[in-house]
């Protein structure tokens, strides 16, 4: 593993954000509108009398938390699909640069985007709505830290599919935290979900994370287990990512796919 | 032409083939391209060049056959093999949304240049590209854009230079200046260049030697200033255009 080769594309992005207002207006703007949004519906909700139920950190700070995983899940395939939007494989992969050095080149520039949103976020939801993570301080961290690893799977996962169905794949990539945010227990107990769809939240690192969290937040006790399995799955979802990626790019390879990859769909 | 015959080839490539299920793109070639040596590889849109140069470049994987560049095997060193590698193709531009010295840097990281700022602005000289340093490569003209490429691919003062029709789409004067640079490089840098082009006057300018490729086989080899004539053609472009009509009938032209 080469540091210089890996952090060629991070500084890639750099350029890129630094020379495109296009590109950083998103970047802060759909976070702190979900702020904004989430910050009034929390306010509303706690206006309705149930007092013992602490929306702001329940509510608001798991918005938070979800947007800051799926900003990391978007760091990694925003940065690959600048190499599809600019038709770049061919110059990037004909260097001397590694599948692991490429994907921890992609995960560096979200570290990046995501902090930043992060900030964005933190930032909004104190100032405007009072939320605050001071009493609970490192006892967050893990949940954070299971996130950041669950995004990151996501990440690796969907420019796999993009890789290897083509840049019209793209669209099959942005509704992906959509779908699963329903068994990620992000709004909700894992309770609230039928029975027949809780085993999909119990393969789902977030669940656990959510459910610690809102345990945590109302101060009732949180296993340690879960939060131990919640790292496990995640990690265990990296690795498969990883082998799914290193398959689609030995396939692309093989096929040729790498070497010609413009066209709009492919097989 | 050879100034270095008996050194050891920078690319060395034994039994290449490459199927694409039923279609075999590529059938089993063999070739070397020495140091100071540059080698055209000619033939019909198809013929299989660009695939042969893909699966040198490390983006395309044989079917069958081994290459070593600068002795080293692509299969089993390929980031090694590839940091003395340099390739410029007019299908492969550099992105337009960064700057030019914005792609050399990235570039540089990626080839690990170790003395970048000099090198960058050598190669920014060489290349003409000083006027567009801070300049989106987008903007440029499609003729700037290969010069970009062209500068890209010395960046990392390579030993095996790949050139997919490098000069299509610059105009005259420029594509002269860039084949004296690339033979200047090539012969006082010890730099073996494989060059692919249509332009059958550029290839006799500046190719050592060159190679008819067709249905993915290698058909004829030679000097490009002796072949024709060895072949009873006028012009090397009248033995192309031979070559391409009747691909399977070269042993009937006698040389």
């Known amino acids: 593993m080469k540091l210089s080769r890996m952090l060629a594309i991070p500084l890639r992005q750099y350029y890129l954000y630094k020379g495109s207002t296009a590109r950083v207006v998103p970047l802060l703007g759909w976070v702190t509108i979900d702020m904004v949004l989430w910050g009034f519906m929390t306010r509303f909700l706690s206006g309705l009398g149930q007092t013992q139920y602490r929306f702001v950190p329940a509510l608001l700070g798991a918005v938070l938390f979800w947007d800051f995983m799926t900003r990391v899940m978007f760091g990694v395939t925003t940065a690959f699909f600048e190499d599809v939007w600019s038709r770049n494989f061919l110059n990037v992969f004909s260097s001397p640069i590694t599948v692991a050095e490429y994907l921890c080149g992609l995960v560096t520039t979200s570290i990046g985007t995501s902090l930043v949103a992060l900030a964005a976020m933190v930032v909004v939801a104190t100032a405007a709505f009072g939320l605050s993570f001071a009493p609970y301080g490192l006892m967050l961290a893990p949940f954070v830290m299971v996130l950041f690893l669950f995004g990151i799977a996501l990440g690796i996962a969907a420019i796999a599919i993009v890789l290897r169905l083509g840049p019209a794949a793209e669209w099959f990539v942005w509704p992906i935290p959509a779908l699963m945010a329903p068994f990620c227990a992000v709004y909700y107990p894992v309770t609230t979900l039928p029975v027949a769809f809780r085993w999909i939240a119990l393969l789902l690192p977030p669940s656990y994370v959510f459910e610690g969290m809102r345990a945590v937040v109302s101060g009732q006790d949180f296993h340690g287990a879960e939060l131990v399995t919640a790292f496990a799955l995640a990690l265990v979802y990296i690795l498969l990512a990883y082998w799914i990626f290193s398959r689609v790019f030995r396939h692309a390879l093989r096929t040729g796919l790498l070497a010609r990859y413009s066209a709009e769909t492919l097989n | ?255």
């Open chain 2, 1 to 255: 032409m050879n100034a270095h015959k008996n050194t050891e080839p920078v690319l060395c490539v034994q039994g290449l083939r490459k199927d694409y299920g039923e279609l075999r793109a590529v059938n089993g070639i063999s070739f070397e391209v020495g140091p100071n040596e540059v080698v055209g590889l000619l033939g019909l849109n198809g013929a299989g060049k660009t695939t042969t140069i893909s699966m040198i470049l490390g983006v395309l994987e044989p079917t069958a056959g081994s290459i070593r560049i600068d002795g080293l095997d692509l299969a089993h060193h390929r980031s090694r093999a590839l940091a003395s590698t340099g390739f410029a193709a007019v299908y492969a531009p550099l992105p337009g949304n960064l700057t030019v010295y914005q792609n050399l840097r990235i570039f540089a990281l990626l080839y690990s240049v170790k003395d970048f700022p000099k090198r960058a602005e050598e190669v920014l000289e060489e290349f003409d590209l000083k006027k567009f340093r801070d300049e989106k490569c987008g903007v440029l003209s499609s003729g700037e854009q290969t010069r970009v490429g062209l500068a890209k691919a010395m960046l990392n003062r390579p030993r095996l230079l790949l050139l997919d029709e490098p000069t299509a789409s610059i105009d005259p004067a420029s594509a002269r200046d860039i084949r004296k640079t690339i033979r200047d490089f090539s012969q006082t840098k010890g730099v073996g260049v494989l060059w692919t082009s249509h332009n059958m006057y550029e290839v006799e300018e500046v190719c050592d030697r060159v190679m008819f490729l067709s249905q993915g086989e290698i058909i004829l080899e030679g000097d490009p200033k002796a072949l024709p004539a060895q072949y009873g053609k006028r012009t090397l472009e009248d033995l192309f255009v031979s070559v391409a009509r009747e691909p399977m009938g070269m042993g009937d032209l006698e040389a």
